[in-house]
């Protein structure tokens, strides 16, 4: 109970010195970005090779639009906001493709009941960012694939194929087909615990919300952040798990060191839940799991590489082991 009291009182500070506490005038950052990331177990401090095993990402986002200055036919998306409708606050559009891959631990042509089903997802992330100095709102929405369409079996194959690892057999007994229509919401808040000219410290809360056929969750996430230039961006992205942050948007020199975490209520998850017979694992789903990260950040000029760990606990209730992986990513500005 205190935990929880201790989580609301620090996120309600937030909202509040986030978005009353605006001064700078905000800047749009001129350029696009294409960006890549790599998810996997096997870049994580132990190799395990299990449940979320594999994530990668390619993406584009526009450069920034202050539509409360510009006047051009987009001119309608600053209204796309739940916080900042009708606030001032720059505006910039991203979209990527992504695949994630799941597996048991084991590698035989069966799924035991403590490990997690085969399953494979191939979609569209497409969305809209709004950045205030000290508040960034990421509203968004997945459209793809699961099953045999989503090429995980063939991905991992490929991989397994050219670095001689072991072949996974059980591919036949993945989550089914099914189209995917999964919007999600985040919004962070920026407070600064100090500052200078030259290290500064800050604390990143994040609200999380996703409701679709294959994710249905609400999560509360805090990161704390020390190093130099902290205001180039909002955080680093990810794909499954905490908060998914926008790209750097400044060319100044930043490095810093992160770490944090948070609780998330999961109410649907397809991969645990499965949607065929052979993959059914839904009636031990966890209801409650806590995520975990930490990492460091480098940018300078648009160019922003990056690695973070992440650590989760249980998803069911006869998994027998918690879980972790390693992002690698890298942006480039133009």
Same mark, same amino acid.
């Given at each position: 109970?205190?935990?929880?009291?201790?989580?609301?009182?620090?996120?309600?500070?937030?909202?509040?010195?986030?978005?009353?506490?605006?001064?700078?005038?905000?800047?749009?950052?001129?350029?696009?970005?294409?960006?890549?990331?790599?998810?996997?177990?096997?870049?994580?401090?132990?190799?395990?090779?299990? +449940? @979320?095993?594999?994530?990668?990402?390619?993406?584009?986002?526009?450069?920034? @639009?202050?539509?409360?200055?510009?006047?051009?036919?987009?001119?309608?998306?600053?209204?796309?906001?739940?916080?900042?409708?009708?606030?001032?606050?720059?505006?910039?559009?991203?979209?990527?493709?992504?695949?994630?891959?799941?597996?048991?631990?084991?590698?035989?042509?069966?799924?035991?009941?403590?490990?997690?089903?085969?399953?494979?997802?191939?979609?569209?992330?497409?969305?809209?960012?709004?950045?205030?100095?000290?508040?960034?709102?990421?509203?968004?929405?997945?459209?793809?694939?699961?099953?045999?369409?989503?090429?995980?079996?063939?991905?991992?194959?490929?991989?397994?194929?050219?670095?001689?690892?072991?072949?996974?057999?059980?591919?036949?007994?993945?989550?089914?087909?099914?189209?995917?229509?999964?919007?999600?919401?985040?919004?962070?808040?920026?407070?600064?615990?100090?500052?200078?000219?030259?290290?500064?410290?800050?604390?990143?809360?994040?609200?999380?919300?996703?409701?679709?056929? &294959?994710?249905?969750?609400?999560?509360?996430?805090?990161?704390?952040?020390?190093?130099?230039?902290?205001?180039?961006?909002?955080?680093?992205?990810?794909?499954?798990? %905490?908060?998914?942050?926008?790209?750097?948007?400044?060319?100044?020199?930043?490095?810093?060191?992160?770490?944090?975490?948070?609780?998330?209520?999961?109410?649907? +998850?397809?991969?645990? &839940?499965? +949607?065929?017979?052979?993959?059914?694992?839904?009636?031990?789903?966890?209801?409650?799991?806590?995520?975990?990260?930490?990492?460091?950040?480098?940018?300078? @000029?648009?160019?922003?590489?990056?690695?973070?760990?992440?650590?989760?606990?249980?998803?069911?209730?006869?998994?027998?082991?918690?879980?972790?992986?390693?992002? %690698?990513?890298?942006?480039?500005?133009?």
């Amino acid at each position: 109970m205190c935990r929880k009291v201790l989580l609301s009182v620090i996120f309600v500070f937030i909202f509040f010195n986030s978005v009353y506490a605006e001064s700078s005038e905000l800047v749009p950052y001129k350029k696009h970005s294409v960006y890549g990331m790599w998810e996997n177990d096997k870049i994580s401090f132990i190799h395990t090779d299990r +449940n @979320y095993t594999n994530g990668v990402r390619y993406g584009y986002t526009s450069k920034e @639009y202050d539509y409360f200055k510009e006047d051009n036919k987009m001119s309608w998306a600053k209204n796309v906001s739940v916080v900042n409708y009708n606030k001032p606050h720059i505006t910039r559009f991203h979209i990527s493709i992504n695949q994630e891959m799941y597996t048991p631990e084991h590698r035989r042509n069966i799924t035991l009941i403590n490990e997690h089903a085969y399953g494979g997802f191939l979609y569209l992330n497409a969305g809209i960012y709004n950045r205030t100095e000290n508040t960034f709102e990421h509203i968004g929405i997945k459209t793809g694939v699961t099953g045999p369409y989503s090429f995980a079996e063939e991905a991992q194959y490929f991989i397994h194929k050219m670095f001689n690892k072991g072949i996974f057999y059980g591919w036949d007994r993945q989550v089914g087909t099914e189209f995917i229509f999964n919007p999600y919401y985040q919004w962070t808040g920026r407070a600064y615990i100090f500052k200078t000219d030259y290290v500064s410290m800050d604390f990143l809360g994040t609200l999380d919300i996703a409701a679709g056929n &294959a994710d249905t969750h609400f999560g509360a996430y805090g990161i704390i952040r020390i190093g130099h230039n902290l205001d180039n961006d909002f955080g680093v992205q990810k794909i499954n798990a %905490l908060s998914d942050a926008a790209p750097v948007h400044s060319d100044k020199f930043s490095f810093y060191f992160f770490a944090g975490g948070g609780p998330r209520i999961v109410l649907y +998850n397809l991969f645990i &839940a499965g +949607n065929n017979s052979t993959s059914d694992l839904g009636y031990n789903t966890n209801l409650l799991r806590w995520d975990a990260e930490c990492g460091v950040v480098l940018s300078y @000029y648009g160019v922003r590489v990056g690695y973070s760990w992440t650590y989760y606990t249980k998803e069911y209730s006869s998994q027998p082991y918690n879980h972790s992986y390693g992002n %690698l990513f890298i942006e480039i500005s133009f």
